[in-house]
């Protein structure tokens, strides 16, 4: 069957795309989790075995970010490619401080300080204890979103591990 409808612009970005040129600290790390990919965009912590070297993907509101998973170009298709993001034991880029591309999960303004629903993946403008990861401190909104949309968003994770 023939394709009847396509868009006619190419999309703006994609989740966990680098903003833009502005300063940025990544570190190459390893996805450590035996089983679970890590989708671009979402947050990671230290592998508590392997500080220094391996992350997991965030899935609990008591979970302490390291950093956020960067898209990249780099990456080896075969063998650290999944569908959305890094195989379990692939080599990952980690943004600890810049700008990034990532979801929204509720209407969000510029200027709003920023928490993390482990359960969506997605962040939202405020934090719930025991429901979300309190990123507050350490991500702010640049620009406006609404539910499912990406936006930029600030983040400095380099003070607080």
Known sequence: M???????????????????????????????????????????????????????????????????????HAYER??????????????INMLRKGPLYVLAGATIATGDHLAYDPTTKKFVPTHTAGVTINTTAQAVARG???????FVADFDFTNKP
């Open 2 to 72: 023939a394709q009847t409808s396509y868009p006619t612009a190419p999309s703006i970005a994609i989740e966990g795309m680098l903003a833009n040129l502005s300063p940025h600290t990544i570190e190459s790390r390893t996805n450590s989790d035996s089983s679970a990919q890590i989708s671009f965009g979402k947050l990671v912590k230290e592998d508590t075995l392997a500080p220094a070297v391996g992350v997991q993907p965030c899935t609990f509101a008591t979970d302490v970010p390291a950093g956020i998973a960067v898209h990249s």
């Open 78 to 91: 075969g063998t650290e490619l999944d569908a959305s993001g890094v195989k379990p034991t692939g080599s």
């Open 144 to 150: 406006p979103a609404v539910v499912d949309g990406l």
